[in-house]
């Protein structure tokens, strides 16, 4: 299994400001994954982090909202710009494991207050 | 685009008793995998058992089974001799198969394991 962590773990912002979450790997992988977990819900996949192209996003989430960074095969960064209280949430990045991509593994998640 | 429901927001049983969690899902996908996390009050989230869609026979881990019907798209995990540490909410979760895709997750089962 992956190793994976995340900065930082919490925090606190002020509405209209934009904060960076850093994902950090333990070994090479292919893709890497952002999710939201609204309070007192269920995840649900902001976007797709592949290395040397650009993230793809799902429906209801875009680019200039959530940019995504992917330098490396061990790193990646989501930023949540122009924040709001509606943004307050858990955010989790992810990568596949194992010979045939058939497991995930969660970082430890950054919880997000917006004021 | 697949859908995973999880129709018991809440349950609770006594330590050492036996649980089953329900999850059904839908998918035009022929290859796939389904997954249960478990996410403690730590909010990290922990794989607990997989179950590849080609493979007949029910995956276990331990105290943790699942009962698998392909037919009726049905994906329930049986935990044995519950335990306190069983305490979490337990997401049911879908993955295409091929590796590109992420996870798509069910609304969550909050268990409470009394004493």
């Keep these: ?115 | 685009a697949q859908t995973v429901t999880q129709s018991q927001p809440e349950m609770s049983v006594q330590e050492a008793e036996t649980v089953t969690l329900s999850c059904t899902y839908d998918t035009s996908e022929s290859n796939y995998y389904l997954f249960w996390y478990k996410q403690p009050p730590s909010r990290q989230m922990i794989l607990v058992i997989r179950q590849e869609a080609y493979k007949q026979q029910n995956a276990t881990e331990n105290r943790f089974s699942v009962n698998f019907q392909k037919a009726a798209k049905s994906f329930s995990l049986k935990i044995s001799d519950s335990q306190l540490g069983d305490t979490a909410m337990y997401f049911c979760a879908f993955m295409a198969g091929g590796g590109a895709d992420g996870l798509t997750f069910g609304k969550g089962t909050h268990l409470i394991i009394q004493p």
């Design chain 1, 1 to 115: 299994s992956a190793v994976i962590s995340q900065k930082p773990s919490r925090d606190i912002c002020q509405r209209g400001t934009s904060l960076t979450i850093q994902c950090q790997v333990d070994s090479q992988v292919t893709m890497m994954f952002w999710y939201r977990q609204q309070p007192g819900q269920s995840l649900t996949l902001i976007a797709t982090a592949n290395q040397g192209s650009e993230a793809t996003y799902e429906s209801g989430f875009v680019i200039d909202k959530f940019p995504i960074s992917r330098p490396n095969l061990t790193f990646s960064t989501l930023t949540v710009s122009n924040m709001s209280p509606e943004d307050s949430s858990i955010y989790l990045c992810s990568v596949h494991s194992g010979q045939l991509y058939n497991e995930q593994f969660f970082g430890p998640g950054t919880r997000l207050t917006v004021l």
